[in-house]
């Protein structure tokens, strides 16, 4: 996924185990920039809102209090001034479980031990008709400069980074193994900790990817995204839990309508070919 998964691989604890290629002063200076084009693309909407809500805030407040008495706000700070409680109260947890059941939210899964101290825990879901052998080639392939991510290939590449989601599976990107990474952009990657074929994919520094099969038809995808306590919860809230929702739903599913319509491709042909 993503442009903000450039931002994501900081989030936690484990930020200097995620990998950098090394190349020359030049190309690392090139790097550097594209990284800083990522933040802004990421955390720059984040940042005005933050700004918007923090003046609206202040403003609030102080008119309040202004002895000369109460002067009406501008609809905008007044609008700004009410974006904390309709987000906390309402939107954030729809958005933290977004498709999932409380079951499925609640449960433990793999990679959920990378960070034992969560400030704050995403989980989220969609089902799929398809079994899960079907879903697995699709999921194994994603990162950049390989399938992409399935989500907003426009946004992302507004950082400049490259992302070209794949709408088939191609054999050269099906055996990622543990100890090798996943590109979020070129020289920036995540490790991967966990391979089981069919199962599970776990990415140190987003979470956890879990399939699970509900009949021999139907499959549940499972993303589970774990993020240290303290600042770094802090600022994963301020900044990227809503570009992180966006972009990581779209991903759920441009997965599904691929998997999907892929099987339906087959199914037709192999009715065509029954039939001739």
């Given at each position: 996924?993503?442009?903000?998964?450039?931002?994501?691989?900081?989030?936690?604890?484990e930020?200097?185990?995620?990998?950098?290629?090394?190349?020359?002063?030049g190309?690392?200076?090139?790097s550097?920039?594209?990284?800083?084009?990522?933040?802004?693309?990421?955390?720059?909407?984040s940042?005005?809102?933050?700004?918007?809500?923090?003046v609206?805030l202040?403003?609030?407040?102080?008119?309040?209090?202004?002895?000369?008495?109460?002067?009406?706000?501008?609809?905008?700070?007044?609008?700004?001034?009410?974006?904390?409680?309709?987000?906390?109260?309402?939107?954030?947890?729809?958005?933290?479980?977004?498709?999932?059941?409380?079951?499925?939210?609640?449960?433990?899964?793999p990679?959920?031990?990378?960070?034992?101290?969560?400030g704050?825990?995403?989980?989220?879901?969609?089902?799929?008709?398809?079994p899960?052998?079907?879903?697995?080639?699709?999921?194994?392939?994603?990162?950049?400069?390989?399938?992409?991510?399935?989500?907003?290939?426009?946004?992302?590449?507004?950082?400049?980074?490259?992302?070209?989601?794949?709408?088939?599976?191609?054999?050269?990107?099906?055996?990622?193994?543990?100890?090798?990474?996943?590109?979020?952009?070129?020289?920036?990657g995540?490790?991967?900790?966990?391979?089981?074929?069919?199962?599970?994919?776990?990415?140190?520094?987003?979470?956890?990817?879990?399939?699970?099969?509900?009949?021999?038809?139907?499959?549940?995808?499972?993303?589970?995204?774990?993020v240290?306590?303290?600042?770094?919860t802090?600022?994963?809230?301020?900044?990227?839990?809503?570009?992180?929702?966006?972009?990581?739903r779209k991903?759920?599913?441009?997965?599904?309508?691929?998997?999907?319509?892929?099987?339906?491709?087959?199914?037709?042909?192999?009715?065509g070919?029954?039939?001739?």
């Amino acid at each position: 996924m993503e442009t903000l998964k450039t931002v994501e691989i900081a989030k936690n604890k484990e930020f200097s185990s995620t990998s950098f290629s090394p190349g020359s002063p030049g190309k690392e200076k090139g790097s550097l920039v594209l990284m800083l084009r990522g933040l802004g693309v990421v955390i720059g909407p984040s940042v005005l809102l933050d700004t918007l809500v923090g003046v609206s805030l202040f403003k609030a407040i102080k008119s309040r209090f202004k002895k000369q008495g109460k002067r009406k706000l501008n609809p905008l700070f007044q609008l700004g001034a009410m974006l904390p409680s309709i987000y906390f109260g309402t939107l954030r947890r729809w958005m933290m479980r977004w498709g999932a059941t409380p079951e499925e939210a609640r449960k433990p899964l793999p990679g959920d031990d990378m960070v034992p101290k969560a400030g704050v825990q995403y989980t989220r879901a969609i089902t799929i008709n398809a079994p899960a052998e079907k879903v697995w080639p699709w999921l194994i392939q994603i990162g950049q400069g390989r399938g992409g991510f399935y989500s907003y290939d426009w946004l992302e590449n507004l950082a400049g980074i490259g992302i070209h989601s794949a709408s088939e599976i191609v054999p050269e990107w099906q055996n990622l193994k543990v100890g090798e990474t996943v590109n979020l952009a070129p020289d920036v990657g995540l490790p991967v900790t966990v391979v089981e074929p069919g199962q599970a994919l776990v990415l140190q520094g987003w979470g956890a990817f879990v399939l699970e099969e509900i009949d021999p038809q139907t499959t549940r995808l499972i993303i589970r995204t774990r993020v240290g306590a303290g600042l770094m919860t802090l600022l994963y809230v301020l900044l990227i839990e809503i570009p992180h929702f966006i972009m990581e739903r779209k991903m759920l599913l441009g997965l599904k309508q691929r998997v999907e319509s892929a099987l339906t491709a087959q199914q037709t042909a192999a009715t065509g070919q029954a039939t001739a």
